[in-house]
């Protein structure tokens, strides 16, 4: 990967619906240079998909936030991912370092609906506690 690509990725991250001309005059190549490029970048998995990005907001899921998960024992990241992945309203989950074993990002209708979630997040048996952060304002989102 050189500096066009990053460029190229870099503006396809911003809008991933501009046009290989649209590109091409932002970084310099043509329509088909920068079609290669991109083709080359889904080949090789640098660029893993195109997607839509919905503001959760306007389908009325305006809660967010942020639950540091403490387990009891030693669970690994695969049984996490088992108890954690039917619950739609963790849109992120990741294993972290320090006093919590887990954080995941939650979206709900409200601080209710939240409550619900965080129900559920705990009825498993290797949670033994959760810590939950309500986001105010999200300043900066990048993907």
Known sequence: MDGLDEQIIHRLAGNARATFAEIGAEVG?????VKRRVDRLVA???IAGFTAMIDPAALGW???A???VYCKGTISPENLLR???PIPEIVSASTI??????????????VQHLERALERI???DTVERTESIIV???LIERG
């Open 62 to 64: 305006g809660t967010e």
């Open 44 to 46: 090789d998995g640098t």
């Open 97 to 110: 370092t320090g006093g919590a074993d887990a954080i995941l990002r939650v979206r709900a209708r409200d």
């Open 29 to 33: 190549l043509s329509a088909p240079a």
């Open 66 to 68: 942020y639950v540091q």
């Open 83 to 85: 108890i954690w992945e």
């Open 136 to 138: 105010l304002s999200r």
């Open 122 to 124: 705990r009825e498993d």
